[in-house]
């Protein structure tokens, strides 16, 4: 069945890089817009950075010039640069069968990854 796989997550000192993948098993990603979502306890899911078949990414304010998001054949990257604690929260990845220009609309999006912890602590 259609699947995502994430991995990369983890502990990190204020300042650092991480770099969170993606596997999509089952899915040809070239047909789908992807995103990346996180969740801090307490808080709603919010959308970060998303990406459609063209490319074109959009970011949200809080990790605009951090965060990088790519896709290399099947597999979903977010690179996170210049980490801060309230980047901490469970990251996940997720795709939505679309030709259209990407959203960080969670409720916009199909299928998800099960989700990756990344604390940022000294």
């Known amino acids: 069945q259609l699947q995502l796989v994430e991995s990369g997550g983890g502990l990190v000192q204020p300042g650092g890089s991480l770099r969170l993948s993606c596997a999509a098993q089952h899915m040809n990603l070239d047909y789908y817009a992807i995103a990346w979502f996180r969740q801090a306890p307490g808080k709603e899911r919010e959308g970060i950075s998303c990406s459609d078949n063209s490319g074109s990414a959009n970011y949200a304010n809080s990790v605009k010039g951090r965060f990088t998001i790519s896709r290399v054949q099947n597999t979903v990257y977010l690179q996170m640069n210049s980490l801060s604690p309230e980047d901490t929260a469970v990251y996940y990845c997720?795709?939505?069968?679309?030709?259209?220009?990407?959203?960080?609309?969670?409720?916009?999006?199909?299928?998800w990854g099960q989700g990756t912890q990344v604390t940022v602590s000294s």
């Open positions: 997720a795709v939505r069968y679309s030709f259209r220009p990407c959203v960080l609309d969670r409720w916009e999006y199909d299928y």
